[in-house]
Nanobody, 115 residues
Framework: QVQLVESGGGLVQPGGSLRLSCAAS????????MGWYRQAPGKQRALVAR???????HYADSVKGRFTISRDNSKNTVYLQMNSLKPEDTAVYYC?????????WGQGTQVTVSS
């Protein structure tokens, strides 16, 4: 079983930056893919960015050029660097790990972009 703990959310002004962290309870080198998703009020949860064990990345069109996903295997942690934040980025951000045949989710961290 994999436990995921997100951190780094908060309130930021438009144009600002935040870095989210997702710490895993197992070695992330054994996890096929890890991703960040977000869910805004009244909307479905959607993929923001994903990174595979080999380092390949994928981004939603809405965040390309602004967000960067990365991983530090030595710390069993995946990061999401978010720059040039917009009010429409406001959501609860969740970390997901695809491990074996199952998906594991963190508890989520709130990101609010507002002046």
């Amino acid at each position: 079983q994999v436990q995921l703990v997100e951190s780094g959310g908060g309130l930021v002004q438009p144009g600002g930056s935040l870095r989210l962290s997702c710490a895993a309870s197992v070695s992330i080198s054994s996890i096929a893919a890890m991703g960040w998703y977000r869910q805004a009020p009244g909307k479905q949860r959607a993929l923001v960015a994903r990174i595979t064990s080999g380092g390949s990345t994928h981004y939603a069109d809405s965040v390309k050029g602004r967000f960067t996903i990365s991983r530090d295997n030595s710390k069993n942690t995946v990061y999401l660097q978010m720059n040039s934040l917009k009010p429409e980025d406001t959501a609860v951000y969740y970390c997901k790990a695809a491990w074996g045949l199952l998906d594991y989710w963190g508890q989520g961290t709130q990101v609010t972009v507002s002046s």
